[in-house]
T-cell receptor, first 114, second 113 residues
Framework: AQSVTQLDSQVPVFEEAPVELRCNYS??????LFWYVQYPNQGLQLLLK??????LVKGINGFEAEFNKSQTSFHLRKPSVHISDTAEYFC????????????FGTGTRLTIIP | DAGVTQSPTHLIKTRGQHVTLRCSPI?????VSWYQQVLGQGPQFIFQ???????GRGNFPDRFSARQFPNYSSELNVNALLLGDSALYLC????????????FGQGTRLTVV
């Protein structure tokens, strides 16, 4: 079975500062990796995904993530955050095709400080 | 185009009761998945349906069941509700089977008292 670990439950960051949200996964087979964002009282929105190819993946809203197979990590980064980035961020993994049976981490709450 | 719609948005049930949650996928999407998100946790996979057939089931008791209709909408049923079933229930739809993005609805907030 696969699992996802998001070590940081909360990350406070000053506006316009860079941020990195950490994600590590465990799986005995090849994986597909995702980052989702959840704004208050809303569902999940896909930020970016890694299926194959380049290990550096760019997503929406200026976010990017790098797949590191040797370290089993898929950290999310943004060079300069905005107040509107305040949300809960979830890392997820799938071992079949792109979207079936996603296994999510426990989430990281990103708080932007003005 | 309308996104994934779920109904109701909120409901309160008593322990032991039964509940039915509904999901309408994005037009043209054939796959629907259900997830349970307990407060402070990440979503947990419950079911996936594709072309009206169950294609995946998570580690949930038999009190949880689902089905998909010919128009690809779906229902999630939970019998004999427990306090621990209180959660946000998310529905996601995707266009087809495999390597396509899952779009999530806003969820149904179920409170069991």
């Amino acid at each position: 079975a696969q699992s996802v670990t998001q070590l940081d439950s909360q990350v406070p960051v000053f506006e316009e500062a860079p941020v990195e949200l950490r994600c590590n996964y465990s799986s005995s087979v090849s994986v597909y990796l995702f980052w989702y964002v959840q704004y208050p009282n809303q569902g999940l929105q896909l930020l970016l995904k890694y299926l194959s190819g380049s290990t550096l993946v760019k997503g929406i809203n200026g976010f990017e993530a790098e797949f590191n197979k040797s370290q089993t990590s898929f950290h999310l980064r943004k060079p300069s955050v905005h107040i509107s980035d305040t949300a809960e961020y979830f890392c997820a993994v799938s071992v079949s095709f792109g979207n079936e049976k996603l296994t999510f981490g426990t989430g990281t709450r990103l708080t932007i400080i003005p | 185009d309308a996104g994934v719609t779920q109904s109701p948005t909120h409901l309160i049930k008593t322990r032991g009761q039964h509940v039915t949650l509904r999901c309408s996928p994005i037009s043209g999407h054939k796959s629907v998945s259900w997830y349970q998100q307990v407060l402070g946790q990440g979503p947990q996979f419950i079911f996936q349906y594709y072309e009206k057939e169950e294609r995946g089931r998570g580690n949930f008791p038999d009190r949880f069941s689902a089905r998909q209709f010919p128009n690809y909408s779906s229902e999630l049923n939970v019998n004999a509700l427990l306090l621990g079933d209180s959660a946000l229930y998310l529905c996601a739809s995707s266009l087809d089977w495999g390597r396509t993005e899952a779009f999530f609805g806003q969820g149904t907030r179920l409170t069991v008292v």
